[in-house]
């Protein structure tokens, strides 16, 4: 299921919480539902999306052990922390609730080549080589840059490491690169799903990417487009892309965007409340009209937007 | 023409060059009859986008000669520098030939408020209080974060600040800030036009800005948009805008997107060579294809795109 | 004891762990009669210094009850954390087991004055107002610059403040400036305790510093070196604090640094192993002779180096 | 003279300003004069203590001419520079001038191994592959971070690399692998000059490193401490070293250390007036009264500090 020739779409889920900021167990296990009912492969919690950082240690167990009794298909956990202790006290945690797999970020201060690839190693010691991982490569957010080679070099060193979260920008030529190292097999395998809010998915999935993970609403737009690229479709695929790219630009704001992400779901019953818990972005009215708008414009193309 | 009451469209234009990595005057001269035929209001030059830091002190000064011989509307000029006796020169050399004002940007170590203000001031003794000045607030490019407030106090410091060259991500409520003080006399009123691609430049205008101000390969779009925002009409805004997005969104990749730009500016007819000069990215076979499409589905909306 | 006039040393205390990793116990217990033998005023824990990202929340508290039990002098716990839950968390059970105060450091991403001064406004939030706090401005590790004014604005808005934890480099000027601004009236006296591994500490004192706060193995120097300076002895201060310099330079080294603190601090006998918690810097043999050397040429000035 | 089996000292020269701003020719000469009297191996010039981002093009080249009528030992120009074509005009005019070679810095921007060997592959291909440069690896200041690895691809791939300006902080044990590998036959032997302000000089010297390359106010101390270093007087060396740490600690402070640096070189008859160009920090009274307290102190051990 999870694995080196995973393909499809992996939701980033939010975290969602009651208006006093206490964790809204029964809301994770709607959008449980609400993910599985809209067709995604997978589901990936705990991530930045997922508010993980102002989450206690206990909280985090507790909400990765309330997904994995509710969700049935794969699920990877976000275990990047500030220190080992807690990614490996957290990644144990998850694998022993059942968890497919786990994904590591690295911490900003990480630069030259050698301190990345020796960050993955020493994580790999920490959780255990028997661990499959997602390596996510987000400079935009960790300002951690990667080389196509860098990352060859992790894949290469580290077994366990299984797929890419592919979320650099601009990115497409090293989709291309990875691609034609594994075709001249110059490097191993391993799964590509693209994040970056979907913003390029359309030729990220052009250039060889296996599919999403990604956190906009419409999750099932995103299985749709993955579906009609597998098929030849092309032309269906921009079309699709097309229409949802105006609101999908909109949701992929710094910060902003996960209060318009918590909104839409809300409104799409997959959440039963929109807050952030603080410190977070609120939607002021201008922004909740502008989403509405953007909304009610792509309705006209997705009766999905309609609600 | 140029103050704090400009609305419209300013350009920002690139820097032609020959195959062999000269300046192409050339082109400079046909790139100037696009920009008016196209219908801008100004032009900006010597951006980032223009690769400035490419060019020699005299090569700088005799493009912004041939460019204000030639352009018969307002010019601005990018006056950035690592230090004040070029930025000095340059500006100088700028006012001397005709120009209408010019840009300054901070540079990436400045952080606290005391230091960006404290810098816009010394820069504003060098280049002389008399010589107007926009403002360029563009943090995903310099790493430097101004806030509202500090934009409010170089703005209130420097009476020579006519403008504000927007490209803060996000940066919608930045503009609505802005715009509140103004309306209750809190601020001395500027011109405020948007970069950033132009990624959203819809919703900018609806906040409040009086145009754009950017490189977009379709200025002639961009002025047509800030027309129907002009005339009520924004549902038609909106329609536009989103026909180009898709197109739009790609341009605006950093790094590769400028040798798009250039592409497609000669496709049009505007200069007659797309090469950067080195180092630079170059666009391969799968880009250059892929701009292609999204040109092709592009003209069945907007003709201007069919060439 | 700890409060707004606080006076002396705070010995910033590393976390003893034993050669398999675990937490060293019976090593607080020593280390905490040693700073007591050693006359300092009061003790901080869980800082940088204190490989306080390795620990579980659960170490963390469990340091924190043990260093209470055994310490009979104020102790300051770092209560840092990527999110507010773990920072309330930490700070509540601190306060609970009897610690003075907290210290908060701002994260890397912070960078406009209102952000930082945001930041500790919803830190307060958290922890609450009656829990007083040190303001740790330390720009070499942090990436985060407040300039003298951010300090008074936070110092001003939040009375729980007590101190300010220095460490700006270079940073006399910044102590003249806020103790200019108190002997004005125009901001609430606090206590200034040094940092920066003490590199600058005979002119901070000289520039109106209240002491130190800071890992330096020998702060029974600290203490001499504060005391003199009270008594107004400057040429016995300077005398005092050149001898130690070439050794306190060598400590100051980021990474390595603290791998030869422990190492002294082992062989003063405070604690029982000087190794650090993977992943972190080893002393290889060079280092040692290195180090060893200083001691010797350091204990023709200070027989407290022989041992 | 100035190639990759370099030894001894070579002086980071500042540029003398006249009060009014402009360049003081005359304090070139008398200033090449004190260099040569205190025995220095070599001049580096127009480096980050040079002022450079300061100065016109056409200075910069006015003042390599006038240093190269005077100094009748190698010079080194710094020529890194925001863009290659200001690069290469500097770099060119400076080895017609009579240069011995040219120093490169990398800028800010870059990240990985391959982005900061591609620079030097690069900047090399810019000013000719017969322009004998310097390396300069000082991730302090420029945030660029160079593993030990890239240090040794630079050498391999760019044979006019003859010299690493080394200042990382901390940096020790770079040296040592640099060195470890020249021993192994794993890397082509190069000159090894530390900067850094000289604040670890006496083991730089003793991990291997072939002299200096600094702005020490007494690059005489500077040279009798590489001489006793190798004439083996290792006691001797620290001796001189620590005697000298106070005011070179002091001096080495970022931003006021080049004014504490020039009033100095004032004193001792080097230029004639100790201003910087504008905008750039100024030393007030209580700055002045704590160099002239340690150069006296320090006048104690070394003669050539009273004056």
């Given amino acids: 299921m999870f694995g080196t ?85 957290l990644s144990g945690a998850s694998m022993d609730a059942g968890a497919a797999g786990v994904m590591i970020t690295p911490p900003a201060a990480m630069r030259t080549d050698d301190q990345i690839a020796g960050y993955y190693a020493q994580s790999v010691a920490q959780i255990g080589a028997d661990v499959p991982f997602v390596l996510q490569d987000h400079p935009l957010v960790t300002t951690v840059q990667m080389s196509p080679g860098v990352i060859r070099r992790i894949v290469e060193e580290n077994p366990s490491c299984v797929m890419l979260k592919h979320e650099d920008w601009p990115g497409l030529d090293k989709i291309s690169t990875l691609r034609g190292w ?23 999935m052009e250039r060889g990417a296996d599919g999403a993970m990604t956190g906009y609403a419409f999750p099932d737009m995103l299985v749709d487009l993955v579906k009609r690229h597998q098929a030849g479709d092309n032309e269906g695929m921009h079309a699709l892309f097309d229409a949802h790219l105006p609101f999908l630009r909109y949701e992929h704001q710094s910060g902003i965007g996960l209060a318009v992400r918590k909104y839409v779901l809300m409104r799409r019953g997959a959440i039963a409340h929109a807050n952030l818990r603080v ?29």
Same sequence: chains 1, 2, 3, 4.
């Fill in 279 to 307: 410190p977070g972005p609120k939607m002021n009215d201008t922004t909740k009209a502008e989403v509405d708008g953007l909304l009610a414009r792509l309705a006209k193309h997705d009766p999905r937007a309609a609600f």
């Fill in 5 to 89: 020739d995973t393909k499809g779409v992996y939701a980033i889920a939010p975290t969602p919480f009651l208006p006093d900021g206490a964790v809204d167990y029964a809301s994770i296990d709607t959008m449980c539902d609400f993910y599985l009912d809209r067709g995604v492969d997978g589901l990936t919690i705990l991530g930045i999306l997922g508010e993980a950082p102002k989450l206690t240690p206990e909280e985090s167990v507790a909400i990765v052990q309330r997904v994995l009794a509710r969700f049935t298909k794969p699920v990877v956990v976000g275990v990047s922390a500030p220190g080992f202790a807690a990614m490996k006290a």
């Fill in 182 to 204: 594994q075709a001249k097999g110059e490097m191993r395998p391993i799964s590509i799903l693209c994040g970056n809010g979907g913003l390029f998915l359309d030729f990220e």
